[in-house]
């Protein structure tokens, strides 16, 4: 099976700017979640989409939001990119159980911000 | 504030030793899981444990849970120089939070 794929790898953005990142999860797979991994902050949890719904949410503003599609695809929107936001951003799949199983991750998507 | 604390912050090692990470953390948890991260390879799932569960193998690696202690063990017999990466706790916390740890930075010195 193809693992979790994230597009695009790279990104750089200016401020005020808005991004949105995309995750293809393993096939079978309906539960997305999304992390924030900054060398300040470490891994924080985003959130995490079921069945096209939120399901789970971490601490992060309104700015950062996200979506599930009926195929299970994934997309994360930030807007009005702050210097702040530069990160990695990793999706991660699991089968059903989300949050309490086995996750699988992509090789994120990496945000900078100018 | 993060969920885990991992100790030590930074370990290094022979080839052929044992490594022995830990992993503290603050509420009540549902499972606790260890990962691995590399350049080369991103973010890899290990193990997970049970809240339920004392101690787990798999291959070269032992997780402990002492779920009173709040903390947690990683212990990778025999360690090889592919071991060499970052290793992350992380607590799936009662009310369905996903928390990381710190993370040790291994390295294995052939």
């Known amino acids: 099976k193809a693992g979790v794929t994230q597009t695009p790898r790279y990104l750089i953005k200016t401020r005020g700017q808005q991004v949105t990142l995309s995750c293809s999860p393993i096939?079978?797979?309906?539960?997305v979640s999304w992390y924030q991994q900054t060398p300040g902050q470490g891994l924080q949890f985003l959130f995490e989409y079921f069945s096209e719904t939120q399901r789970n949410k971490g601490n992060f503003p309104g700015r950062f939001s996200g979506r599930q599609f009926s195929n299970s695809r994934s997309e994360m929107n930030v807007s009005t990119l702050e210097l702040g936001d530069s990160a990695l951003y990793l999706c991660?799949?699991?089968?059903?159980?989300?949050?309490?199983?086995?996750?699988?991750f992509g090789p994120g998507t990496r945000l900078t911000v100018l | 504030s993060q969920q885990g604390e991992e100790d030590p912050q930074a370990l290094s090692i022979q080839e052929g030793e044992n490594a022995t990470m830990n992993c503290s953390y603050k509420t009540s948890i549902n499972n606790l899981q260890w990962y691995r991260q590399n350049s080369g390879r991103g973010l890899v799932h290990l193990i997970l444990i049970r809240s339920n569960e004392r101690e787990k193998h798999s291959g070269r690696l032992r997780v402990t849970l002492d779920t009173s202690k709040k903390s947690s063990s990683l212990l990778i017999t025999a360690s090889r120089a592919a071991d060499t990466a970052s290793y992350f706790c992380?607590?799936?916390?009662?009310?369905?939070?996903?928390?990381f740890g710190t993370g040790t930075s291994l390295t294995v010195i052939p």
């Open positions: 096939s079978g797979h309906r539960s």
């Open positions: 991660a799949s699991s089968l059903d159980q989300g949050l309490t199983d086995t996750q699988y």
């Open positions: 992380a607590t799936d916390a009662i009310g369905n939070q996903f928390y």
